[in-house]
């Protein structure tokens, strides 16, 4: 079992930044993707974006040239950082592993975009 442990949701005005945090830990084999996903209300969730363990990356249209997804394997931890933030980005934020050979997901943290 992975365990994940997400911080840095919270309230933001349109334009601000936000920089979420997820932290793995447990019985990790090889993290080969980690990243975010997020769910508005009334919305499925869909992906934000993510990062291999060499390093290529995936960002949902939406959010790129805004957000950016790193990691640091050191740490088994994952970053999103969230810039020029808009009221459409609220939702709840999900960290997302692939632990060979499991998904497993955060328990969520809430990002809410408003003035």
């Known amino acids: 079992q992975v365990q994940l442990v997400e911080s840095g949701g919270g309230l933001v005005q349109p334009g601000g930044s936000l920089r979420l945090s997820c932290g793995a830990s447990?019985?990790?084999?090889?993290?080969?993707?980690m990243g975010w996903y997020r769910q508005a209300p009334g919305k499925e969730r869909e992906l934000v974006a993510t990062i291999s363990n060499t390093g290529n990356t995936n960002y949902a249209d939406s959010v790129k040239g805004r957000f950016t997804v790193s990691r640091d394997n050191s740490k088994n931890t994952v970053y999103l950082q969230m810039n020029s933030l808009k009221p459409e980005d609220t939702a709840v934020y999900y960290c997302y592993v692939f632990n060979y050979p499991k998904n497993y997901w955060g328990q969520g943290t809430q990002v809410t975009v408003s003035s």
């Open positions: 447990g019985s990790i084999f090889i993290l080969a993707i």
